[in-house]
């Protein structure tokens, strides 16, 4: 079911792909948009986990530089049966994390040092667990590539309204065409993104549980990011919003409500959800890192 939402994902976006190129130049531009389409699908299924974390400037985490989070991190995995991802941080103030790669195998976790601060250590590892469901049910394929396509649409859009605006007769709309594919393709391009991520957190939120074996941990902790993300920008979030539907609470500001236009279901819709889990799921033990070394020194509170 995932790698045929995957291919959904990717026929949409290279039919908008198409369709943007015919507003802005006719046929010829929509045989110039299928090439950059193909171009830009491949280039995302290899490439754009790696994109994704540079335009975050996550930095990469070590067993050495966090032996704590690092150790939580690989419990978690074992109890999902998954190898163990890479991990990052992201240096920003707003609690926040998401996951992505292409598969288990190449998977990456990231979470931000905000989180690390606001979360105490069961909320952590509920959010950490969330973020291997999306792992294990191949989620961050679909996340990773719909931030990436859903970017160079946008792009697109604003290259034909910048630079071919005054050459009407390339399009058969004219310069209306332009503008109209400059401003509602990145609208039709979060609305593919809405159609595949909205549901998929509800489920990554039961299975998070499940690893954790904390359902409450985790709505806690949801309750938590949602408060401070509402007052905490994101500058790299609001920079590249195209990527929002990848993190576990949406990191732009405003956009929390549960309507059509939310990539993220409403916080308290979730929070009942888990609530309603609890008593289903057998509590784990507590996810606990092994004690430092009295010689041993943190550099922070997750080591």
């Not at 401003?183 to 998070?208: H, N």
């Amino acid at each position: 079911m995932n790698y045929f939402r995957t291919m959904l994902l990717l026929a949409a976006m290279t039919a908008l792909f198409m369709g943007v190129g015919y507003m802005l130049g006719g046929t010829g531009g929509m045989l110039i948009a299928l090439l950059f389409a193909i171009g830009t699908n491949a280039f995302a299924y290899w490439n754009s986990d790696k994109m994704v974390l540079r335009m975050y400037n996550a930095e990469p985490v070590t067993q050495a530089s966090a032996p704590d989070l690092y150790r939580m991190v690989a419990e978690l995995a074992r109890n999902a049966d998954l190898p163990m991802p890479k991990l990052y941080v992201l240096r920003d103030q707003q609690p926040n994390a998401f996951a992505t790669g292409r598969n288990p195998e190449n998977a990456a976790v990231a979470v931000t040092t905000g989180i690390m601060q606001v979360l105490d250590h069961d909320e952590l590892a509920g959010v950490v667990a969330h973020e291997l469901a999306h792992i294990k049910n191949r989620d961050t394929l679909t996340m990773t590539i719909a931030a990436t396509v859903a970017g160079a649409i946008s792009m697109l859009a604003q290259f034909g309204l910048f630079f071919g605006g005054n050459r009407d007769e390339r399009s058969p709309f004219g310069f209306v065409g332009v503008l109209l594919a400059a401003l509602l393709a990145p609208f039709a391009a979060m609305m593919i993104q809405m159609m595949i991520s909205r549901t998929r957190e509800y489920s990554a939120d039961r299975m998070g549980a499940q690893i954790c074996g904390a359902p409450m941990a985790l709505a806690s902790a949801l309750r938590k990011i949602s408060g401070y993300a509402a007052r905490i920008e994101m500058p790299d979030a609001e920079r590249n919003p195209a990527s929002a539907h990848m993190f576990i609470i949406n990191p732009l500001s405003g956009a929390r409500m549960d309507n059509l236009f939310s990539t993220h279901p409403n916080v308290e819709n979730r929070i009942r959800a888990l609530q309603e889990l609890q008593g289903e799921i057998a509590p784990r033990p507590s996810v606990r890192p092994s004690p430092l070394p009295k010689t041993g020194r943190r550099s922070g509170p997750w080591g």
